[in-house]
């Protein structure tokens, strides 16, 4: 049975304390939900694992309070701390090298000489990130390879009975995973994953960005880049501009194209923002919408590949790509 907790004082305390205990919680930041476990408990974060399917090779994101916090367990240079001033909190995640006295498990770490660190938004996620006053680890609430929940429903639909609770923290916000940057190169700055801070919002702080050898489905610089993920039932076509009766219409901008059996819009002001807030949120719908209906796909209208829509193209990218074997997905 998995608790379904609101964000209230005794919600937040119960939720601590679950963790606290080793248990697992799922709760809500601004970008998706997060299966939270203590990162130094090395048994917690085995849990994570197990809960989600995940393969054991990639390494998870820990949370933090604030950045005082988070630089506790990394050696931040410069750069990284005035990245944290501008960003945090925010959907940004640095890769800094991981600090000697760093209390996170090296299953969290992946036993990587390097630690993914994040401060993110929200009262509530804050709140209980500062109560319980430990390293979290916290991969997004999905079964590998699935889409990510961006509210408690799907992280119920998801993984109900795996987990002991979900905070409910309402919609999140931003909607797409958080921008991973890696700061452990000395030369220059390496993005990692597209997100919710925009490359060109990194650039005015940090200068240009490089970014990696094109991902690798065996030996990936960053698991996460692994090429099937966010995966609905119904197969994906991209960047549709006719689409057939028989597909459900991922559809952007006034002017969604004509013909599709049902259509759902991410944004008929054509924002990016809006888009990528609801885009996970309308995959899901979509994916039920259409089995439902008998279509046979879901087309996905251009977006355009810029700012926000670069992230956004990059997990539809994920949900169109040929689907490994289950188990074998990030
Ligand atoms: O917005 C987010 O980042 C969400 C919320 C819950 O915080 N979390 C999330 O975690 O998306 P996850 O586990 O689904 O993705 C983590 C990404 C993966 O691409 C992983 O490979 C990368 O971060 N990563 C983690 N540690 C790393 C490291 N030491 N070096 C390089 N990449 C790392
Ligand atoms: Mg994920």
């Not at 990510?148 to 119920?156: C, G, I, K, M, R």
């Not at 005015?204 to 692994?226: I, K, Q």
């Not at 059996?261 to 996970?280: C, M, P, T, W």
Request: charged letters at 20%.
């Amino acid at each position: 049975m998995t608790l379904r907790l609101a964000a209230t004082p005794s919600g937040l305390e119960a939720a601590a304390h679950i963790l606290r205990d080793g248990g697992l919680v799922a709760f809500g930041t601004e970008t998706v939900y997060g299966l939270g476990g203590d990162a130094s408990q090395p048994k917690a974060v085995a849990r994570i694992f197990e809960a989600k399917n995940r393969p054991r090779f990639n390494p998870l994101i820990s949370h933090f309070p604030t950045a005082a916090a988070a630089f506790e367990q990394v050696s931040a240079s410069p750069l990284a701390r005035k990245l944290a001033e501008t960003f945090w909190p925010g959907p940004l995640t640095l890769v800094l090298p991981r600090a000697p006295g760093s209390t996170v498990s090296d299953l969290a770490a992946d036993g990587l000489t390097s630690l993914a660190v994040r401060v993110p938004r929200g009262d509530a996620v804050q709140t209980l990130l500062a109560l319980v006053d430990r390293p979290i680890a916290a991969p997004s609430a999905n079964r590998s390879g699935r889409i990510s929940p961006s509210d408690a429903s799907h992280v119920l639909e998801e993984l109900d009975g795996r987990i002991d609770a979900v905070l409910d923290t309402g919609p999140c916000m931003v909607g797409i995973e958080s921008t991973v940057l890696d700061l452990t190169q000395p030369d220059r700055p390496v993005l990692l994953r597209h997100g919710g801070i925009t490359p060109e919002a990194l650039e005015a702080v940090c200068g240009p960005l490089s970014y990696p050898e094109t991902a690798s489905d065996t030996a990936p610089v960053s698991p996460g880049r692994m090429l099937s993920h966010y995966a609905p039932t119904l197969p994906v076509r991209l960047d549709v501009t006719h689409p057939e009766a028989t597909d459900a219409l991922l559809a952007f901008g006034p002017t969604p194209a004509r013909g599709a059996g049902y259509v759902f819009n991410l944004s008929e002001q054509g924002s990016l923002e809006e888009a990528a807030a609801r885009l996970f949120a309308g995959l899901r719908f979509l994916d039920k919408k259409g089995a439902e209906l008998g279509l046979k796909a879901i087309a996905v209208s251009p977006i355009p590949a810029q700012g926000l829509g670069l992230a956004i193209r990059d997990r539809l990218h994920r949900a169109a790509a040929p689907r490994p074997e289950e188990g074998n997905l990030t």
